[in-house]
């Protein structure tokens, strides 16, 4: 069964693009290169101007936890923590259907 994640990363009021701008610098080559993702999706929250959610999807628990340790990722942490409110929220889920994302 696929094991999926909901990250919300809360920016500070009137930073989200700031914290896409950082998204975009570090994520994009990670997440190509990543042969653990079955899709990734990256939003902006409609009703929440400072938001940003990602859903993640992969085969296993091991491949998930693995891209949260990956040097990219913790890079974006660190290069975007002072554009956050909180801590990103990691909601794990577990996919019951998928059609096609894109």
């Given at each position: 069964m696929s094991h999926g994640l909901f990250i919300r990363h809360q920016a500070l009021p009137g930073r989200r693009a700031e914290l896409v701008e950082v998204w975009e610098r570090f994520m994009p080559a990670a997440i190509s290169a990543n042969a653990g993702h079955q899709a990734y999706v990256y939003t902006e929250v409609a009703d929440d101007p400072d938001a940003v959610m990602v859903?993640?999807?992969?085969?296993?628990?091991?491949?998930?936890?693995?891209?949260?340790?990956?040097?990219?990722?913790?890079?974006?942490?660190?290069?975007?923590?002072?554009?956050?409110?909180?801590?990103?929220?990691v909601t794990v889920v577990r996919p019951r259907w998928t059609k096609h994302v894109g």
């Open positions: 859903y993640q999807q992969y085969a296993d628990a091991e491949q998930a936890a693995a891209f949260l340790r990956d040097a990219a990722y913790l890079a974006y942490l660190d290069a975007s923590e002072h554009l956050l409110a909180t801590a990103p929220t």
